[in-house]
């Protein structure tokens, strides 16, 4: 008889075969070491030039990184702190998601606070805050055996934090202690401005306009929408570099595949393009044809990537040939829309904008709208961003228009729309 056992170890079996020791994709950098981020990293050489440059100078700067969902904004970041962190040893660089409901004041003091593990007055900020590090777990566990999150990740719901009465201040006292130990500044990145309402992010920029004039270099990221485009416009001094992250190229793309598949291959490091072992399991076809699907978008990438090699190995393949690509790649589109666990009306702007090849304020007609029980194209909008960050849909590059368009994945065989 087959065990549960037995199947986890044929699985595993499953992708070996593949020459792989696990399958290298992830939804997001945050679930990575920063080596492995280091490794899989590919191209932005650009950007990186842009950002590294500002770093030359001894001026504390404001960055902005923005970008369409999936983009690569936090894994951008990411490189850019860890290679910091490599380069100058004498700065603090520190990170976070914006928590819902914080201010950017209290939000940067907590990314500060617990990158400074040995300060006393640090650690008690955050202990009053009701955010414990491992530090303040272990000497205080007596006290604070009750109920408070565990663990340092600060995630994207809602923790039990209890506002500091002055965050700017504790903030500037803060930093004043890190700049004693770190001459070379302080980096507070925060990822995820836009994961709030529109109205909300531009209520946190206008109050944190003296926080960001303030001791520290930010590194804010957000995608437009979220950001309004008129918040980039309406702040413009407030950042020196409003850095846009685009879709990807094809070279890059394929190079980016070369990487995540080095991290994981066993018995064969080739990383030369012109070399077909650099793509192993794939073939320079099937690994050229998944880079021009996946349309440039890192993410969607990711999730592909995931769906094709789950697929192979279900099917026990040693390679990605074009059948067991196109089998991959059919499993996507159903993997994608069950991942997305859409509510009524996101399924039925999705089976709009499958029926109709794209959607735009233009093109929408009054029937439609009325269908959907809005009044106007700027309500689905929401919707149809939704769709985009399930990799169901995506914004087509047109500046004056928002023109969206699904991901021409083949269609499976039980699509019904
Ligand atoms: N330049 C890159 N090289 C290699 N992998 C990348 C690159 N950019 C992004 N990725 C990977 O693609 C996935 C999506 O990227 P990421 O999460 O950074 O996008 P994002 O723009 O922050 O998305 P969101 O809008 O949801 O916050 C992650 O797994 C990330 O590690
Ligand atoms: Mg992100």
Same mark, same amino acid.
């Given at each position: 008889?087959?065990?549960?056992d037995d ?16 399958i ?9 070491q ?10 932005r &050489?650009? =950007? ?8 030359q100078?001894? =001026?504390?700067?404001r ?32 990170y976070i ?19 400074? *593990? /040995?300060d006393?007055?640090?650690q ?7 955010? *414990? ?38 903030l ?15 980096v ?7 994961? &709030? ?32 485009? /008129?918040?980039?416009?309406? =702040? ?14 094809q ?18 490091? #080739? ?8 793509v192993?399991?794939?073939?320079p076809?099937?690994?050229q044809?998944? #880079? ?46 069950? &991942? ?10 999705r ?10 304020d ?17 309500d689905?909008? *929401?919707?149809?961003?939704r769709?985009e960050e399930?990799d169901?849909?995506?914004?087509l ?18 699509e019904?729309?």
């Open positions: 008889m087959t065990t549960a199947i986890f170890d044929q699985s595993g079996n499953n992708i070996q075969q593949l020459g792989l020791r696990e290298p994709f992830t939804e997001s950098p945050t679930d990575l920063s080596e492995t981020l280091q490794n899989i990293f590919t191209g &050489q650009n =950007e990186l030039r842009q950002i590294f440059n500002l770093f100078s001894r =001026e504390r700067r960055i902005l990184v923005y970008g369409r969902l999936g983009i690569g904004k936090s894994a951008f970041l990411l490189e850019v702190l860890s290679v910091l962190r490599r380069k100058r040893q004498d700065m603090l660089t520190t998601s914006l928590p819902a409901n914080l201010d950017l004041a209290t939000t940067a003091l907590i990314a500060l606070a617990r990158a400074m *593990p /040995d006393e007055w640090a008690r900020q955050l202990y009053q805050m009701g955010i *414990p590090t491992d530090k303040v777990l272990k000497e205080r566990s007596a006290e604070i055996s009750g109920n408070l999150v565990i663990g340092g990740k600060l995630g994207e719901k809602d923790l039990p934090i209890t506002k500091p009465l002055y965050p700017a201040v504790s500037d006292t803060l930093l004043e202690r890190a700049q004693e130990k770190y001459p070379q500044g302080v507070i990145a925060i990822d995820d401005l836009d994961k &709030q309402n529109p109205s909300v992010v531009r209520q946190l920029m206008h109050d944190a306009q003296g926080m960001l004039k303030g001791r520290a270099w930010f590194m804010l990221t957000g995608h437009p929408m979220g950001m309004t485009g /008129d918040l980039l416009t309406s =702040e413009r001094g407030l950042f020196d570099l409003q850095l846009k992250l685009e879709e990807l190229d070279p890059t793309m394929y190079q980016m595949l070369i990487n995540y598949l080095n991290s994981a291959r066993i018995n064969n490091n #080739c990383t030369d393009p012109n070399d077909p072992r650099s192993l399991p794939f073939l076809e099937t690994a044809r998944f #880079c021009e699907v996946s349309l440039g978008k890192p993410r969607l990438f990711n999730r592909l990537g995931n769906t094709i090699l789950s697929t192979a190995a279900d099917f026990q393949a040693t390679l990605i040939t074009s059948e067991v690509l196109s089998q991959g790649l059919k499993a996507a589109a159903p993997t994608l829309r069950q &991942q997305a666990a859409l509510n009524v009306q996101e399924e039925r702007v089976a709009l904008l499958q029926r109709r090849g794209s959607l735009s233009e093109t929408i007609t009054m029937e439609e709208l009325e269908q959907l029980g809005v009044r106007s194209f700027s689905i909008l *929401p919707f149809l961003e769709l399930a169901l849909a995506h914004q590059n047109q500046d004056d228009a928002k023109v969206f368009a699904p991901i021409p994945l083949p269609p499976s065989d039980d019904t729309l």
